[in-house]
């Protein structure tokens, strides 16, 4: 199947033309207004040696809050408020820390500066959110990701201690619940995000559940 090539247009190909692994388009911009396209039909950009990629993965791995699990570790942390717990007070430092911190068993990071600079103006356009953990006033764990109306699509998290983005991710879930987001977007699986609840369903399932969830 030939991959599609971008324009200036404001554009996607249908998300069933993607390539097995998801794989959908390349090329492009991150302007606000394809971003905000991009995640209205369940795509999201994922870069590559300096490409901009675009992803529609079938199927998706997500996490309705109601399932959300807590693990015998985190539990105990919550029960005693270990850590202190912020929603958008550090989002570039956040976005910084999840492109910098080293993760075992991955070369490199899909964070460039220019999907930190797009996601910044995101965050300040409203769409984008952080949530922080701090641990004696240092920022020790946190997450973002595109909030749109009921959905949050999650983009990437990091933590600097033991537990401390397991105990983010369980903060803002419960917030996110409270605030009546219905589905969270995981994109890509893990072992980490499925120990917490999060499970694959077929994409045509995301995206209606997406249309569905969106404003009008």
Excluded at 107 to 123: L, P, S
Aim: some cysteine; glycine content about 6%.
């Amino acid at each position: 199947m030939p991959l599609f090539i971008l324009d200036e247009k404001l554009k996607f190909p249908p998300v069933d033309k993607a390539e097995p692994d998801g794989l959908l388009a390349m090329g492009g911009d991150l302007s606000p207004e394809r971003i905000i396209l991009a995640y209205q039909n369940g795509i999201f950009p994922w870069y590559e040696d300096e490409t901009i990629l675009w992803w529609c993965p079938d199927p998706r791995f997500v996490l309705y809050p109601d399932e959300l699990k807590l693990s015998k570790t985190v539990k105990p942390l919550l029960n005693k408020n270990a850590f202190e717990f912020t929603i958008n007070k550090a989002f570039e430092e956040v976005i910084y820390n999840c492109k910098e911190v080293f993760r075992s068993g991955q070369y490199g990071t899909w964070i460039t500066d220019d999907v930190k600079n797009a996601y910044i103006q995101m965050h300040k356009l409203g769409y984008a959110h952080s949530a922080e953990v701090w641990q004696n006033g240092e920022l020790v764990g946190g997450l973002y990701g595109i909030r749109m109306g009921k959905v949050f699509f999650g983009e990437s998290m990091f933590s600097l201690v033991d537990n401390a983005s397991r105990y983010c991710f369980a903060k803002y879930v419960a917030q996110l619940k409270k605030e009546d987001v219905q589905l969270i977007d995981c994109q890509q699986e893990t072992d980490y995000l499925r120990s917490m609840g999060a499970r694959l369903i077929p994409r045509k399932d995301f995206i209606q559940q997406v249309q569905n969830l969106l404003p009008k």
